[in-house]
């Protein structure tokens, strides 16, 4: 449970009052998942002198897990803490250990490289370039638009804890989504052992978050397709990318395809069994396994 309390005496956590950032809701929001219990005292008034361990002083007070001083903390690429980054680096293991997380080296760094850092960027002034025509909607924008709109009823606290409740839902799917990459890469290197340079494809038993991994391994530059059971019913085929930030296909399916589907697809590929092929050509449909093999044979005969 997390409150909003008006008495310092009723509280255990203590962060700033006013304009609320992702920095203190998301910090708020772990604190609840770790603590069980998380009262807290929103001021811009603290005296750190007079505050006792027995509180947890986050974003405001200069203390340890504040970041406006001119000494805070910072990260080995030089990007500062903010509280929730310190609250993370600090209790972040034993929470996730708490959690039942079996590989938590492996997740806390995952979560802190995936979400914490962005943050601790973000709240500190150093922002993402997005070259885009339209309005981007960042995680912190998000949270945002949770403090009172002008002219309304609504009332700080509780929106406060609103935010929080979201933040909280949006942390606990990032702790199941890091954990899941964790373990597919670990099955997935499994599967890839048998990888030699002079494989051009992997067809795994069933679909595995692969990108990160093969595209994190030199080992991996000859892969050019990943084949899995698609959850729509046979098998799908999809393109290995440049890289995570170019998404051009090492190698791309025929041109001829793109676009088709069924007989069509069949006549002009000669393989019974292709169902669809995506207009970019980075993903197809095959019936079965053997057509996936079918599609291989075809198009990789010069490769």
Not at 135 to 158: H, M
Request: hydrophobic share 35%; net charge negative.
């Amino acid at each position: 449970m997390l409150k909003v309390v008006n008495r310092l005496e009723d509280a255990n956590c203590i962060t700033h009052s006013g304009t609320m950032h992702a920095d203190e809701v998301f910090a708020s929001a772990f604190l609840e998942l770790y603590l069980g219990n998380v009262l807290v005292f929103r001021t811009n008034n603290v005296d750190m002198d007079k505050v006792s361990d027995d509180f947890i002083v986050y974003d405001v007070g200069r203390g340890k897990y504040d970041h406006h001083q001119l000494d805070a903390a910072k990260r080995e690429n030089d990007i500062t803490y903010c509280s929730f980054g310190l609250l993370w680096r600090d209790f972040g293991k034993d929470f996730l250990k708490k959690y039942g997380i079996d590989y938590v080296d492996e997740v806390w760094l995952g979560i802190d490289k995936d979400m914490v850092e962005y943050i601790d960027a973000d709240d500190n002034g150093i922002f993402p370039k997005i070259d885009a025509s339209y309005k981007v909607k960042t995680l912190p924008g998000i949270i945002k638009i949770f403090n009172p709109s002008y002219d309304s009823f609504e009332d700080e606290s509780s929106q406060f804890e609103k935010a929080c409740s979201v933040a909280k839902a949006i942390f606990e799917e990032e702790i199941l989504y890091i954990n899941g990459k964790v373990i597919a890469d670990k099955k997935l290197r499994e599967e890839l052992e048998s990888i030699d340079e002079n494989d051009k494809y992997v067809v795994l038993d069933k679909y595995l978050p692969y990108e990160e991994t093969i595209l994190g391994d030199e080992k991996y530059n000859n892969l050019l397709y990943v084949a899995y059971p698609s959850n729509r019913g046979g098998y799908a085929v999809k393109i290995i990318p440049k890289s995570l930030e170019d998404r051009t296909a090492r190698m791309s399916f025929p041109e001829e395809w793109g676009g088709l589907e069924g007989e069509e697809l069949q006549q002009v590929s000669g393989i019974k069994g292709l169902n669809f092929c995506h207009t970019a050509r980075f993903i197809i449909s095959c019936r079965d396994l053997d057509t996936v093999y079918e599609v291989f044979d075809k198009i990789l005969v010069d490769c």
